[in-house]
């Protein structure tokens, strides 16, 4: 009787052992706890500071078919046993191994020369109850924040598999406020919202704004980077890093208890995720600090991806330039050739016969124009947008066959433009605008990444505007998030640098692929001729999009106010000149666009000297004020020369900046030229009023700038000797 009751209370006392695992970050601020629950449902929670910032929450995936071997002939349409589809809970701990990393690699370009990869590991592995199927977790705490992420080993029960939900938490310890853009499975290009996590289902029909393909799925959907705020001033981020054949990761609120909960991208079927072990799945992140500049100066997404797998680098070069696109975008010229045709069917329609609109941008005459201005003010290349045959009918329509990427309009001449940029120095940028016919781009792909090659293309902006061909698929489920990783490795293959549009957003992949330059997936400068961004759009950028890698921003507009481009178009732009200048080191990317026509930066000469001095590649940079939706303040050291620029952006209201030079070198003198508002300079009002200044600098000076309402300064830093001081005022 006795043996009986004490194995009663040991059983007992198992199913109610949470078999803690504990983990610390290597300079102990963060503290990570994993158990299992009582039904052997995974959990973990986090710490910050002593504090809890992740409640304990729940990880695991439902099913929705298994394959489980040969035998059953391969037939991913049988539904599971209902006790087959849960992969989250009955699971029993099988193993914990910990262990260090710490190593300190160099990026091809980035906003640091080196970057410290440092964190403690802790992987369990979970056997689950009944099914024998293994799962692994793999924790990795860094001194920013945590990364984790599910591992199928090879394993005779668990081989082929659908995902029918991933329910990973992230549950919440309060009300937080939150910078969100709604969830979708199409589009990113949503202006923000700043609420309470409690206010995101009463706002969400105002937060979806039109687009020409978008699903939103939930009324507390939001998509990642989530950059959240608590009331004790904890800056939370949620995330997700290295996401590679899987769907990307959107976010569901349960809004009583303030869990977030994982929602994939679904296929057309609905499917979310086809598995075969062995499989990683991405990593998810969770990015901490109490000082939002931690937030923004955190390379934990990258280093979550894989090394660069591309050996030779030397063809990726970082790049400023211009191009035939600001005019398409306001209206001012088109991509089409002419106005006649309605459709238009390659290789059928005949443009010869075809009478010109008269408005056409790519045209040879203006893009030499564009080449020449290029190569006065010293930008490395040119983009030219509407050059091939198609865009009379481009989307909207579901046509499989839209562009072929090497058929040029009759007044775009491949061959005269070609040896023209090799004349005067320039590299030209292609431009394939795919319309999200996935399948007829990778259709195309080898001929068109060859064309590029024979006529001096290095780059390629890519596009997927509308909806996904194949039909009924999105722009960010597994398939498609596929198909953007396969062109990246076939443009690598070809040399080739990619900066796609409309793509799914960056997850710290070009860490492995380098190649990837650049990604719009959030709503870019043209949606200032599109209607206008709130002011404070480029203050949340850094914290949200661009955790995951640079965005083609397309800044350095001059010219405010839209309808002196296109009568027709009433937008204006919500930023000041200042601002725009700022954005070349608050925005960071390797590839950086002057988007204004060469007139407008023709009006205003002085301020256009900056865009022509900022680097694009950096030694170092320090961020020196930060908060989400209110202002960004940088420094930044350029590669070769080690000439240091500041950028400051402001939000919706007018502020004073206030920053030391403390990064500069000591005993050292500097000219600084500072390009900043005017005292009566405003987005709306008086977006074009700016000063430009010098003065000498040293470490140890102060600076304290007013900032205007969607304004910003720039300044530029220049060692200065003895005779270049003089006459020059101390700041
Ligand atoms: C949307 C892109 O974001 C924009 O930059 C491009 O000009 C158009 N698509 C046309 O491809
Ligand atoms: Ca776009």
């Not at 976010?251 to 598995?275: A, C, H, Q, R």
């Not at 600076?703 to 700041?731: C, D, H, M, R």
């Amino acid at each position: 009787m006795r043996t009986f009751l004490f194995l009663v209370c040991l059983c007992l006392a198992m199913s109610h052992s949470t078999q803690a695992q504990d983990m610390k970050s290597p300079n102990g601020k963060f503290s990570l706890r994993f158990s299992l629950q009582s039904d052997g449902t995974p959990v973990y929670n986090l710490q910050y500071k002593g504090k809890e910032v992740i409640k304990p929450s729940k990880l695991g995936f439902e099913l929705k078919r298994l394959k489980k071997d040969a035998a059953s002939g391969g037939d991913m349409n049988q539904k599971v046993a209902n006790d087959e589809s849960s992969l989250h809970d009955n699971f029993t701990l099988v193993d914990t191994k910990t262990s260090t990393f710490d190593e300190t690699w160099t990026p091809v370009w980035g906003e640091v020369k080196t970057i410290r990869n440092h964190y403690n590991e802790m992987a369990v592995t979970l056997s689950q109850k009944g099914t024998n199927r293994q799962m692994l977790i793999r924790f990795r705490l860094f001194d920013e924040g945590l990364g984790f992420r599910y591992e199928f080993p090879h394993q005779k029960d668990l081989t082929y598999f659908v995902i029918k939900e991933e329910k990973t938490q992230f549950a919440m310890t309060g009300d937080h406020t939150a910078f969100w853009i709604p969830g979708d499975y199409d589009t990113q290009e949503y202006d923000f919202t700043t609420s309470r996590l409690s206010e995101i289902r009463g706002l969400m029909p105002k937060a979806i704004t039109a687009n020409v393909s978008q699903a939103s799925f939930s009324p507390t959907g939001v998509q990642t980077s989530l950059m959240m705020k608590t009331d004790q001033g904890i800056y939370i981020n949620l995330h997700e890093a290295a996401l590679i054949d899987y769907a990307c990761m959107h976010l569901n609120l349960d809004d009583k208890n303030m869990v977030f909960e994982s929602w994939l991208t679904p296929d057309v079927k609905g499917d979310k995720g086809y598995i075969q072990a062995p499989f990683n799945t991405p990593w998810r992140t969770v990015i901490v600090s109490d000082d939002a500049r931690d937030i923004l100066a955190s390379k934990m997404t990258y280093n979550l991806n894989e090394p660069s797998k591309i050996e030779d680098t030397s063809w990726i070069k970082p790049t400023k330039y211009v191009g035939v696109w600001w005019e398409m975008i306001t209206g001012k010229s088109s991509w089409a050739y002419t106005d006649e045709y309605p459709s238009v069917q390659l290789g059928v329609t005949d443009y010869t016969k075809a009478k010109p609109n008269g408005k056409h941008g790519a045209t040879t005459e203006n893009v030499k124009k564009h080449i020449d201005f290029a190569a006065e003010h010293g930008f490395d290349a040119v983009l030219v947008e509407g050059w091939n045959q198609g865009w009379e009918d481009w989307f909207g329509n579901s046509k499989d066959y839209v562009f072929d990427f090497v058929t040029p309009y009759p007044d775009f001449n491949v061959a005269e433009i070609r040896d023209y940029a090799k004349s005067k120095n320039v590299k030209m940028m292609m431009h394939h605008e795919t319309s999200s016919s996935v399948r007829n781009y990778e259709r195309q792909m080898d001929k068109a990444y060859q064309f590029m090659k024979d006529n001096g293309y290095d780059a390629v902006k890519s596009g997927y505007v509308g909806n996904i061909l194949p039909r009924g698929e999105n722009h960010y489920s597994q398939w498609i998030v596929n198909h953007y990783q396969y062109a990246l490795e076939k443009a690598a293959e070809y040399k080739i640098m990619i900066n796609a549009h409309e793509a799914v957003r960056p997850t710290g992949i070009a860490r492995t692929y380098p190649n990837l330059i650049g990604n719009e997936s959030a709503r870019g400068t043209e949606y200032q001729a599109f209607g206008g961004s709130k002011p404070n759009h480029v203050t949340l950028l850094p914290f949200t999009r661009q955790l995951g890698g640079p965005m083609d921003y397309t800044p350095g507009i001059f010219e405010m106010d839209v309808s002196k481009l296109n009568p027709d178009n009433n937008s204006h732009v919500n930023s000041t000149i200042a601002n725009q200048l700022a954005l070349y080191l608050t925005m960071y990317s390797p590839l950086q666009m002057a988007a204004d026509l060469p007139e407008n930066y023709m009006k205003f000469p002085d301020a256009f000297q900056f865009i022509k001095d900022v680097a694009v590649d950096w030694d170092d940079s320090k961020y020196l004020e930060a908060e989400p939706g209110a202002y960004i303040t940088v420094a930044r050291k350029a590669k070769k020369t080690g000439k240091w620029f500041v950028g400051s952006v402001g939000g919706n209201e007018p502020r004073t900046s206030k920053i030391g030079f403390g990064f500069l070198e000591p005993g050292k003198k500097y000219i600084a030229t500072l390009y900043t508002d005017a005292k009566d300079a405003h987005y709306k009002t008086n977006p074009q009023a700016y000063t430009i200044r010098k003065v000498v600098v040293d470490s140890k000076s102060k600076l304290s700038q007013f900032v205007a309402a969607g304004g910003g300064y720039a300044i530029s830093l220049e060692e200065a000797n003895k005779a270049q001081l003089k006459g020059v005022a101390k700041l």
